[in-house]
Structures are given as C-alpha cells and as structure tokens.
C-alpha cells in the first residue's frame, strides 16, 4: 500500500519545483530580450512575452525562497495548512502537464495545419526555437516540452496562490 506523502515531503517538493519552474520561465525569456522582437520569425509584441516570463518566474522563485509563515500570512491561512502548498503544486502538475502536450502536439502538427505563430508563441513559449530552426524529436521530448511546461506550471502556481490569497473563503 503506498502512504501519502507527508506535509514536510510537499513542501520541500513543492519549493523545489516552485524554483525550477520559476528559473526556467526566467530563462526562456532570454531569447526574447536577445532578439528584442527585431528577429522574431514573426511580428509580435515580444515585450508582453518577456514581461509575462518574468513576472511568473519571479513570483514563483520568491514563493519558493519565501519563509512558510509569510506564505500564510498572505493567503490568510495557518502556516500548517495543507492546502499552503498542495493546492498551488497541484495546479503547477495540471498546467504543466497540459502544457507539454501543446507543446508535444505543435511540434507534431503537419505544417499543413499552418499554425498561427503569434498564437502559438503564447501557448508554447519554446515556439520560438521551432520557429527559427526545426530541432530534432529528442531535444523537443526531453527539452523544450518540459521547458514550457515549467512555464506554464510557473503560470498555475501563480494562480493557485491567487486562487488561496483571493478566493472565497469556505466556512468549515
């Protein structure tokens, strides 16, 4: 029979994957500030791109680096609360997952789909790198999938926490 994990286990898994997610949204903004929209592929306002990278990596290495108590304080919740950080990791696991499979699914896609780069670039942030040359299965597999998935898992932690710090209070 297989036990849950403990509290202590979550939140160290969860302040773990808080920053790797968080660093990884940092770092794929990169390209976007290098290129400063001049050598996109296509035209986009890459400025909303890198803003959005950077303020979902931020937030998350913050709430990663940030002492239990002040998490709680924030979310109005008891520092011991389960929720404090199963919630958010939940969510990070959900949009991280769907996440790879977009990614999985538009480096897939015929090019008779034309896919809307504008619109993938949102969905994909890792777009970018398709887009300017056609990198081989295993780098898309084992790379650039779990790197926009670390994005947009970066994006459901930021939600989770809004969902805990701003959402209805449930009376118990």
């Avoid at 996109?40 to 959005?52: G, I, K, N, T, Y």
């Avoid at 777009?127 to 650039?144: C, G, I, Q, S």
Wanted: proline share 6%; charged share 15%.
């Amino acid at each position: 029979m297989i036990r849950p994990m403990s509290g202590r286990a979550i939140r160290t898994t969860s302040r773990i994957a808080f920053l790797l997610c968080g660093l990884i949204s940092l770092f794929t903004a990169v390209p976007y500030v290098a290129l400063r929209g001049i050598d996109l592929p296509v035209q986009s306002e890459w400025v909303v791109f890198v803003v959005a990278l950077a303020l979902v990596g931020v937030f998350s290495v913050v709430v990663g680096l940030l002492p239990r108590s002040w998490i709680a304080k924030a979310c109005k919740k008891d520092r011991d609360d389960e929720q404090l950080f199963s919630a958010p990791l939940k969510l990070l696991g959900g949009f991280a997952a769907i996440s790879y499979l977009v990614a999985v699914v538009a480096y897939l896609a015929p090019h008779r789909w034309n896919l809307d780069p504008q619109l993938m670039l949102v969905l994909c942030p890792m777009y970018l790198v398709k887009m300017t040359f056609d990198p081989p299965a295993a780098a898309v597999f084992l790379l650039l999938a779990p790197m926009n998935a670390a994005v947009y898992g970066s994006l459901g932690l930021t939600v989770g926490y809004g969902w805990l710090a701003f959402g209805k209070r449930t009376s118990s």
